[in-house]
């Protein structure tokens, strides 16, 4: 079963605010879900703080293990390196 590590724009009052990233073996559940907590202000949850989410990209990886590293590994570098790993080895969304 594959994983996936991924790559959030997130933005409040219409502007660019932050990046998250996060890792999941089901991306289109995972997204809805980071979506209702937007819709309901679910400000317990980080992605919940934000006014509206854009996926960027995405890497396929093969196991939960291997997800888990990298989404730690992206989690430590600032934003414009993250973003220029995405581009190399990912997904990207347009």
Request: aromatic share 12%; glycine share 4%; charged share 25%.
């Amino acid at each position: 079963m594959p994983f996936f590590v991924y790559l959030l724009a997130l933005s409040k009052n219409n502007e660019f605010a932050n990046y998250y990233t996060g890792q999941t073996n089901d991306l289109n559940a995972r997204m809805q879900q980071h979506q209702k907590y937007i819709d309901t202000k679910n400000r317990r949850k980080y992605v919940g703080q934000f006014d509206a989410m854009k996926l960027l990209a995405f890497i396929e990886i093969q196991s939960r293990d291997d997800a888990l590293k990298l989404e730690k590994q992206l989690k430590k570098i600032p934003a414009p390196k993250k973003m220029q790993f995405m581009k190399e080895h990912g997904t990207l969304i347009t």
